[in-house]
């Protein structure tokens, strides 16, 4: 079920109803209504793969279970490895399997063998990337004694299954996400309030930033060779606006959603296209990705202890893994090396904790220098997307290469353009509100605050406005379901 | 609500149209459905009525069948799915009272969602119940927009003034519904193989569209209109269609059963010219005096 459908603007209110007027005084009623709630979200897509999300509870909750009655270490480890090897191979299974024979036969007919492999047409399982990181994370944290394991079934497949973030994010901590089930749960309404006010930002950059530029962005980029330099930029803008609007717009809704249930879900974007820094721009984008891989991956490497060389070394392996957790296709794995180049100057030189602060922190203004940094960091940025857009590694370079041609100089030519102009203006919308709620939570967090009621709901239904007049009319999936 | 219903309206009276993609209000818009709604108004106990796209109101001209000596009116509008045909039916069948219906089929209308041919209709015509209903059925943005912005129109009357030329561009309306476009001729292009890919609610209302008129005893011709032949054999599953319609009483497909030329009898890849029309309006009469189809209803 897609978040900016008709189906889930009926499911919500309904679950909504149902959660705290029939189950409000039971908090294991309202878990296992939730848990059966995000299945029946989930199973809208494709009931067959319910199956895959329930078999990882049921592994992820009984090793729980092992490791609480496990003192040997080396037992607890054997069951850590086993949750590790499940989860993992489930994803590497659907998500991998492919690129690794199709990459295999290639590399032996590059040698002069002929190897006979075939692919499987394998359906990805929508969200498999995220409650796998996210089971994982309670497996690991248990090992490692953060977290007492839980004995309460339905309080840990909601955790799994929570609905809101469940497809695509927040990743979300056992450590911060899973006490939350076992708590009796009151309705706060200006929680509540607030999780509306994020869902309608998020709705806003959905349909209307991110599928308006998709439009531009996908005929740009399927149709690359026949474009000038400057659509070429500008299509690179475009999908730098529409992953951006897609993705943070998702965890937007998620987050709102989840605190209409009295949940706190993490921050999983920080207005990331304000960082001055590289640094900056990781710690401000998909959050909770990033923190996952720190503390799972980099910090276990070592992080940013020892010689230069292992730093180095492991700023390049959490970004090559980022980059392949992403999807099975080089551009990934490319985009991934490209962010660690750019990281590691700041490394070398100990700039990467240089802004760690919000940019103008009670300003209005930025101060030339820091516009500067802006715009180099968002260059950079939007230099990498193109790769990570691209079909493959070769159209990639052949559109960066279009991209800093001659032709940058000449206008820019595609289909529809005064459309274009119209998006390009809703975007200049959208970060003006996002400059002036950078230093919240969310957008719309304090904006208008503590204006009067008919002020904040007129500017309520302002959104709500250009949400119908310029939403795309092709309702389409957000991109991080297919990851 | 109110609030978005008095900014809609404001913004879709001022706003440049760049900056409201999804109002689609055009009052007299191309196909001139305004005239044919407001000429419908008066049409009563004709011989034959037209149904289908432009492929209708622009393929079977009223004079040629008036001087054949059967009275005719066309009742098509750009794009017209059967969801558009099924409320254009149920407000004027009664009183149009036709003895013979040709419905033209084109297989591109049942592939689509039909939004384009109720938008012309919510701009066009009066908006009702059946209106509403279509409005939820294509549940689309665009189509919401511009139904509420047509009913505050509608509510303030302020259209009242408004005259369609019978002239516009290239185009003249015809008393009768008929739409003739100055004669031109296509330059012939390539077209890319493909295959027609129906929809199964347009397919469900056209069974919908055929029972009713069924019931109420009116003899139905289908008829599919001749478009450029690289394109019509650049369709890969026209039997399929052919078998489809087939099903569901007489048939007649164009495409195969005359002989055009893609410069001489078209004006672009799917619209036929002046010559043409002539062409495949007497043909058609032809056929359908000598089946009897037309016996008895002079």
């Not at chain 1, 400057?230 to 998702?250: E, K, P, R, V």
């Amino acid at each position: 079920m897609l978040f900016n459908s008709i189906d889930f603007a009926v499911f919500l209110p309904l679950v909504f109803i149902l959660y705290w007027f029939v189950f409000k005084n039971n908090t294991n009623r309202q878990n296992l209504f939730l848990t059966l709630s995000s299945y029946v979200f989930y199973g809208w897509w494709d009931w067959r793969f319910l199956s895959l999300i329930l078999f990882s509870t049921i592994v992820d909750y009984t090793i729980g279970i092992g490791l609480l009655k496990s003192e040997k270490q080396k037992n607890r480890k054997l069951l850590l490895w086993i949750s590790i090897l499940v989860n993992l191979g489930f994803l590497g299974f659907f998500k991998y399997y492919n690129f690794f024979v199709d990459n295999f036969i290639h590399a032996f007919s590059f040698f002069g063998s002929d190897i006979k492999a075939n692919s499987l047409h394998l359906i990805l399982p929508v969200g498999i990337s995220f409650y796998t990181f996210q089971t994982l994370s309670y497996t690991i944290d248990v090992y490692r004694r953060k977290l007492e394991p839980t004995k309460n079934f339905f309080a840990f497949s909601s955790f799994v299954g929570f609905f809101p973030q469940l497809v695509a994010g927040p990743i979300e901590r056992a450590t911060h996400l899973l006490p939350q089930f076992y708590k009796k749960r009151r309705f706060n309404y200006a929680f509540a309030v607030d999780g509306m006010r994020q869902i309608l930002w998020g709705l806003f950059k959905k349909v209307v930033i991110a599928d308006n530029c998709a439009e531009f962005a996908n005929e740009i980029f399927n149709h690359s060779a026949d474009m000038n330099g400057s659509t070429l930029l500008l299509g690179a803008l475009f999908f730098t606006f529409q992953i951006y609007g897609d993705f943070s717009g998702y965890s937007d809704i998620a987050i709102g959603t989840s605190r209409l249930f009295g949940f706190d879900l993490k921050r999983n974007f920080a207005f990331p296209y304000f960082s001055r820094d590289i640094a900056e721009f990781w710690r401000r984008w998909h959050i909770s990705l990033s923190t996952w891989f720190r503390d799972y991956l980099y910090i276990p490497l070592g992080g940013s202890k020892g010689s230069m060389f292992k730093k180095v070394r492991n700023v390049f392996i959490i970004f090559l893994v980022s980059g392949f957790w992403h999807g099975a296709n080089w551009t990934f794995v490319l985009w991934g090396a490209v962010n660690a180049f750019y990281f590691v100057p700041l490394l070398l030189y100990k700039k990467n904790r240089n802004h760690i602060d919000v940019v103008a922190k009670n300003r209005i203004f930025p101060k030339l220098k820091e516009l500067g940094q802006m715009t180099l960091t968002f260059s950079l940025t939007t230099l990498a997307w193109i790769i990570f857009r691209a079909e493959n590694v070769g159209h990639a370079l052949e559109y960066i290469q279009g991209v800093f041609s001659s032709s940058v100089m000449s206008m820019p030519h595609f289909h529809n353009s005064p459309k274009a102009n119209s998006t390009i203006l809703l975007i200049v919308f959208m970060m003006w509100i996002e400059w002036i709620g950078r230093q919240d939570d969310h957008a719309l967090n304090t904006l208008l605050i503590k204006k009067k009621r008919l002020v904040r709901w007129s500017f309520y239904s302002f959104i709500v406005f250009l949400m119908g007049m310029f939403m795309a009319t092709e309702e389409s999936p957000f991109i991080y379901f297919q990851f | 609500m109110a609030f978005y219903i008095t900014l809609l309206f404001v913004w879709g009276q001022y706003a440049p149209p760049f900056l409201k993609p999804n109002i689609a209000y055009i009052i007299g818009a191309k196909g001139h459905m305004y005239s044919r709604i407001n000429e419908v108004q008066q049409v009563q106990n004709v011989d034959i009525l037209f149904l289908g796209s432009s492929h209708a109101y622009r393929g079977f001209d009223s004079r040629i069948f008036t001087r054949a000596g059967y009275s005719s009116f066309n009742l098509g509008s750009s794009s017209q799915t059967p969801i558009q045909t099924h409320i254009l039916l149920d407000r004027y069948l009664k009183k149009i009272h036709p003895k013979l219906i040709i419905y033209e089929v084109y297989p591109e209308v049942f592939c689509i969602d039909g939004v384009e041919s109720s938008l012309d209709l919510i701009s066009n015509d009066k908006n009702d119940i059946h209106s509403a209903k279509m409005v939820l059925e294509l549940n689309h943005p665009k189509v919401y927009n511009t139904y509420l912005f047509a009913l505050v129109n509608e509510l303030f009357n302020i259209n009242e003034g408004f005259k369609e030329p019978k002239v516009k561009h290239n185009d003249t309306y015809i008393s009768g519904g008929y739409v003739e476009r100055k004669m031109s001729h296509y330059i012939k292009e390539a077209s890319k193989s493909d295959e027609w890919k129906f929809k199964k609610k347009q397919l469900t209302r056209f069974d919908i569209v055929v029972e009713g008129i069924n019931r109420k005893n009116i003899p139905i011709v289908f008829v599919n209109a001749p478009i450029v032949p690289s394109l019509y054999h650049s369709y890969s599953n026209n039997d399929e269609f052919d078998q489809l319609i087939s099903g569901k009483g007489k048939y007649l497909n164009f495409n195969n059963l005359l002989a055009l030329d893609d410069s001489l009898h078209f004006y672009d890849h799917h619209h036929l010219n002046q010559s043409g029309v002539a062409i495949f309006n007497k043909r058609l009469i032809e056929i359908l005096e000598n089946d009897g189809s037309l016996s008895g209803i002079k």
